[in-house]
């Protein structure tokens, strides 16, 4: 059974800290790796990994994959309290499949 | 960039009701569509996948009689909960993505919460 599992499960930092949230997986076929944030509503989309190696960024947010390992981290730099939200990992498991297998999540809180 | 709208935002209403939720794709064409439920503080669990001009895959434990899912085009579709019990309170969110072979990211709706009375 694919298995993607998140750390940690809640955080609790202050504004300007930076953070690494954490992601790791096991699937039988492996497409991609997804990074979401989910606030109040549905998910939005962050990042999209396919290769080990090669960071992704946007703003004060990372992601890097290592496919050798099977584990994927998200970066925020500089932390701001809008940061504040679930984040969501999820895999895709296999070429010609849209299907996900998402993670637990990481509840980040940013205090003032 | 893709935009998935979901529709209605909020449902409240009486036990014994069936409540119709449309999820479109709007500006791109999408042959699978998906179907989540999440329950406060947990992740979303897939229900179903819609595949446009066929019937849905539902996984494990979902009722296909109490979740009626229709896919009539591809950007177009909807899950219906028929005759609704408070038990079936959740938020309900739909995904898609471009006909690309699972090349392209998922995007989600908005998402529908139900409550029932």
């Known amino acids: 059974e694919d298995k993607v599992v998140q750390s940690p499960l809640s955080l609790v930092v202050h504004e300007g800290d930076t953070v690494t949230l954490n992601c790791s997986y096991e699937?039988?076929?492996?497409?991609?790796l997804l990074w979401y944030k989910q606030e109040k509503k549905a998910p939005t989309f962050l990042f999209m990994l396919t290769s080990s190696g090669i960071e992704k960024k946007s703003g004060r947010l990372s992601s890097i994959l290592d496919k050798k390992e099977l584990f994927s981290i998200l970066n925020i730099t500089a932390t701001q309290t809008g940061d504040s939200a679930v984040y969501l990992c999820a895999v895709v498991p296999g070429a010609g499949s849209y299907q996900l297998t998402f993670g637990k999540g990481t509840k980040l809180s940013v205090i003032p | 960039g893709a935009v998935v709208s979901q529709h209605p935002s909020r449902v409240i209403c009486k036990s014994g009701t069936s409540v119709k939720i449309e999820c479109r794709s709007l500006d791109f064409q999408a042959t699978t569509m998906f179907w989540y439920r999440q329950f406060p503080k947990q992740s979303l669990m897939l229900m179903a996948t819609?595949?446009?001009?066929?019937?849905?895959?539902?996984e494990q434990g979902v009722e296909k009689d109490k979740f009626l899912i229709n896919h009539a085009s591809l950007t177009l579709s909807t899950l219906t909960v028929t005759s609704a019990h408070p038990e079936d309170s959740s938020f309900y969110i739909c995904?898609?993505?471009?006909?690309?072979?699972?090349?392209?990211?998922?995007?989600f709706g908005d998402g529908t919460r139900l409550s029932i009375l």
């Open positions: 819609s595949n446009e001009g066929s019937k849905a895959t539902y």
């Open positions: 995904s898609a993505s471009e006909n690309t072979g699972g090349g392209q990211p998922q995007h």
């Open positions: 699937v039988t076929n492996f497409r991609s």
